[in-house]
């Protein structure tokens, strides 16, 4: 099953670039954009809850951040953020705990990472939750949930969460406020604004990828490789194994494998109608439409 699990995978990846290409997407940032601010005073309150439900169904939020950065600016893109990331992982956290706990965990049987982080964080607490919000071993919508399972209280992992994820909220919120000045039409910006813009931006790209190779390094010191983990336990668990585990692997091949099917449809359905899905967000495609 490992070949065509990998093959999913790339075709899932592959996928996920072409429509990411094909789709219109500084058209969808904008009509975003435009909305929020025509909200007014409710602007900021409509981008946390937008972020809050983004967290809780595990839609990724980079572009709710760059449109936080590009309308509200560094510092109210910053809170606006950190407030919505903040608590969708706490809504999320509840729900694997009390409301959906055996869902998420049949889902976390399936990860290889999560015995390993579960056996960390019952010896680290929330030293540990801060080092993997620091590195991308798990990615962030899956974390939230996983960390129900785990014997963490819920008020450190919520303080944590908020202090570790705001490099990574602040670097991607300065994008998008670099992204925001370069489409402004207030004034001008001088040769050396854009040079400050430019060096804070590389110097907080440089601190965040610094903070995150520190925090895969101490990761991997004190949270054992899954391969390990198993290893060690073969023997002790080699009938178990034997009887449960395969069945399992199998639906999440086949699982996998589907979602692959599916995006590679999709991409195929974005790259063939690229033309017609730009012009449901080009203004200038619509008026010549209505024109003909």
């Known amino acids: 099953m490992t070949g065509l699990r990998l093959a999913a995978y790339l075709v899932i990846a592959v996928s996920a670039l072409v429509i990411v290409r094909s789709l219109p997407l500084d058209h969808v940032m904008s009509h975003l954009q435009g909305w929020i601010t025509g909200l007014g005073f409710w602007g900021p309150f409509a981008l946390v809850v937008l972020y809050i ?27 606006i953020v950190s407030v919505g990331s903040t608590v969708g992982s706490a809504f999320a956290f509840l729900i694997a705990r009390y409301a959906a706990r055996d869902s998420v965990e049949r889902l976390a049987s399936n990860n290889r990472h999560f015995a390993a982080m579960d056996r960390a964080i019952g010896e680290g607490g929330w030293k540990i ?3 993997l919000r620091l590195s991308p071993a798990i990615p962030f919508n899956v974390q939230n949930y996983l960390y129900g399972l785990t014997p963490i209280g819920f008020w450190p992992c919520v303080g944590t969460s ?14 998008g406020h670099l992204t925001g000045a370069a489409v402004g ?59 449960g585990p395969a069945p399992a ?41 209505a024109s003909n």
């Open 53 to 79: 439900l983004a967290t809780v169904l595990f839609v990724p939020g980079t572009l709710l951040t760059l449109v936080a950065g590009a309308v509200f600016g560094l510092g109210v893109g910053t809170a």
């Open 129 to 131: 939750v801060g080092l």
């Open 162 to 175: 908020w202090l570790a994820m705001l490099p990574g909220t602040f670097m991607y919120v300065y994008l």
């Open 185 to 243: 039409s207030d004034r001008q910006r001088t040769t050396g604004e854009w040079i400050l813009l430019g060096v804070g931006l590389l110097a907080t790209i440089v601190v965040t990828v610094y903070v995150t190779r520190l925090a895969s390094r101490s990761l991997k010191e004190q949270v054992p490789a899954p391969e390990a983990a198993e290893s060690s336990d073969e023997t002790a668990g080699s009938i178990d194994t034997a009887k």
């Open 249 to 289: 692997k199998t639906r999440s091949t086949a699982l996998v494998a589907a979602f692959a099917v599916i995006m590679g449809i999709a991409a195929t359905y974005v790259a063939t109608h690229q033309d017609q899905i730009a012009g449901q967000f080009d203004p200038a495609v619509q008026s010549a439409a």
